[in-house]
């Protein structure tokens, strides 16, 4: 069975942390209506999800994927690069103590979770404003030995290494090369972003199904000429917040 893991929005998303977009106001109901259509998506394609309760006084709280690396050997809670996200990760810690054993990235590492992407057995990480060396080398101490390849990814331009690049299909990456290179992911198959849509790389792969936004008409054409099947959901109200749809979600497997 598939579980995610998700939190609604707190009411202080205003105060997010921006990096490479301009503040806006965001508005709050708008932003609560989109989440409940994503819940709704993930529902739809058969998911369990545990919604945690919303967090008043933690702006970037919906964002739960950066609080943790989940895999089927263990859960690894994040130092996110943010302070202010920091006292996220109690509360994520707890929801997924049931689930898996918990290892921790320690000080002076720090690392979040939009920037680690998971392909079979190799772990790519970002180096991004939010994740650096030290971490990634916890990483690799915690992960080989449990047959992990952890490969660090530079990025450029944008927030999260899944801002830039993400899964669709079993050996297909939907990538924006102005930010990350292909060439860190030799023997993949690639769909390029619409040009236009510079920020449509990142897609929630669910089983067969991706959960992609409608705000990207030009490349959801070109998933669908691959054969991707999609679920759109409006997510321009979170995207003020920097925010794309991996970020809304933890996902796992667990079986009784
Ligand atoms: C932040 O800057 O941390 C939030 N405003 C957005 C985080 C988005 N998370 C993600 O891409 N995984």
């Known amino acids: 069975m598939m579980f995610a893991i998700t939190r609604g929005v707190s009411p202080a998303i205003d105060r997010c942390e921006l990096t490479h977009i301009d503040r806006e106001p965001i508005d709050f109901s708008r932003a609560c209506a989109q989440h409940r259509q994503y819940v ?100 690799t101490v915690m992960l080989e030995p449990l047959g992990y390849e952890v490969r660090p990814v530079p990025v450029t331009g944008c927030l999260h290494l ?41 897609a929630v792969l669910v089983g067969g199904a991706i959960i992609f936004p409608t705000a990207f008409p030009g490349t959801l054409k070109i998933l669908k000429s691959a054969g991707i099947t999609a679920v759109t959901v409006d997510a321009d109200e979170l995207a003020k917040a920097e925010g794309a749809v991996t970020c809304c979600s933890l996902l796992f497997r667990h079986d009784d």
């Open 40 to 139: 709704e998506a993930l529902r739809g394609l058969g998911i369990q999800v545990l919604a945690l309760p919303v967090e008043p006084d933690l702006p970037d709280s919906v964002f739960v994927e950066d609080a943790a690396l989940v895999l089927d050997e263990c859960a690894i809670m994040t130092n996110p690069g943010a302070r202010s996200r920091r006292p996220e990760l109690e509360s994520i810690e707890a929801a997924l103590t049931p689930y898996r054993k918990i290892l921790h990235v320690q000080a002076p590492g720090t690392i979040d979770g939009g920037d680690i992407l998971v392909v079979g057995k190799t772990v790519f990480v970002g180096v991004t404003t939010r994740s650096n060396g030290n971490a990634i080398g916890q990483l």
């Open 162 to 202: 899944k801002s830039g690049v993400t899964q669709v299909a079993d050996d297909t990456l939907l990538l924006n090369p102005d930010w990350v290179s292909s060439a860190y992911f030799p023997g993949l198959n690639f769909l390029e972003v619409d040009p236009a849509e510079p920020g449509a790389a990142n």
